[in-house]
């Protein structure tokens, strides 16, 4: 985190520079999605407010598929969402910059029997019920964790919404495989 706030400040530091010498106004609209919105934008937005206070900001909360027809035909100019490498790597139309990798992990609630182990094999991890996210990248990540084994989740809950999720495994409802940010 240290490293990415100097790296701002630098960047912060050179679009001053450059707002001072330069004069720059218009519109920059912005599409991202729900998450990146709430947990990334904030910061480098207001920076940015800060730097170019004549370049207005639009930041528009869009699904995915949303934002690649909105850069694809104009209608946004850059955008911000989380992404498989699998799916940037099937885009010949647009280029994307990694700013960050989410690990997936094992959610548990702080209750839960799991948690003091640390490491827990999936023939272990398969014998407790299991919190489905049942977004087609998470069902395609728990095939690549999953299947290899041979082993299946005991699914009890099945959900399209991520604050389900986290809210059931909270209450020991049950246990999931999630990246950190989703």
């Known amino acids: 985190p240290h490293a990415r706030n100097i790296l701002e400040a630098v960047e912060l530091a050179q679009m001053a520079q450059l707002s001072e010498s330069t004069p720059v106004s218009g519109v920059v609209r ?6 990146v919105t709430a947990y990334f934008l904030p910061r480098p937005i207001s920076g940015f ?3 170019f206070p ?9 699904q995915k598929g ?18 498989t490498e699998r799916e940037t790597a099937g885009s010949d139309a647009l280029a994307f910059e990694p700013l960050l990798r989410s690990r997936r992990r094992l959610w ?3 209750e839960h029997p799991l948690l003091p182990a640390g490491e827990v094999d999936l023939a272990e991890l398969a014998r407790a019920p299991y919190v489905r996210l049942a977004a087609e990248e998470e069902r395609e990540a728990e095939a690549r964790t999953w299947g290899p084994s041979g082993l299946e989740p005991q699914v009890l809950f099945s959900t399209s919404s991520i604050e389900a999720a986290r809210s059931f495994v909270a209450e020991g409802f049950g246990v999931t495989i999630l990246p950190d940010l989703l």
């Open 30 to 35: 912005v599409g991202a999605t729900a998450t």
């Open 54 to 62: 004549d370049i207005r900001l639009e930041v528009l909360e869009m």
């Open 66 to 83: 949303e934002i690649e027809s909105g850069l694809a035909g104009g209608r946004i100019d850059l955008a911000a969402l989380t992404a």
């Open 108 to 110: 548990v609630s702080p």
């Open 49 to 51: 407010a800060r730097a």
